[in-house]
């Protein structure tokens, strides 16, 4: 399994960014999925999961009622939607895969992207 994340950048706070991660590999469809950050000087931390079927979703509580996770079973594709940023949201965010779990544990996920940095402006 390979993960591709992609959509990082520059935006100003309030703004908006999509983040998307590929998947390669014949598992996508029945894979949860999720998406974990690192900020500068921090411990990568937990954001967002969303099962293989895309019925259950879970969000870090700093993230609740801005970030949505979705899923294109047929794309092969994750997103994260990214509103109302805050310039405490400027990460590394990397994609992350598991089997037969859907967890916000980092150690759940054996797959894992090169992420992708969003950087947000005051």
């Known amino acids: 399994v390979q993960l591709q994340a992609s959509g990082g950048g520059l935006v100003q706070a309030g703004g908006s960014l999509r983040l998307s991660c590929a998947h390669s590999?014949?598992?996508?469809?029945?894979?949860?999925m999720a998406w974990f950050r690192q900020a500068p000087g921090k411990e990568r931390e937990f954001v967002a999961y969303?099962?293989?079927?895309?019925?259950?979703?879970y969000y870090a509580e700093p993230v609740k009622g801005r970030f949505t996770i979705s899923r294109d079973n047929a794309k092969n594709t994750v997103y994260l939607q990214m509103n109302s940023l805050k310039p405490e949201d400027t990460a590394v965010y990397y994609c992350?895969?598991?089997?037969?779990?859907?967890?916000?544990?980092?150690?759940?996920?054996?797959?894992w992207g090169q992420g992708t940095l969003v950087t947000v402006s005051s």
């Open positions: 992350a895969a598991a089997r037969g779990v859907w967890s916000s544990r980092q150690d759940d996920y054996p797959y």
């Open positions: 969303i099962s293989w079927s895309g019925s259950t979703t």
């Open positions: 590999g014949s598992g996508f469809s029945t894979d949860s």
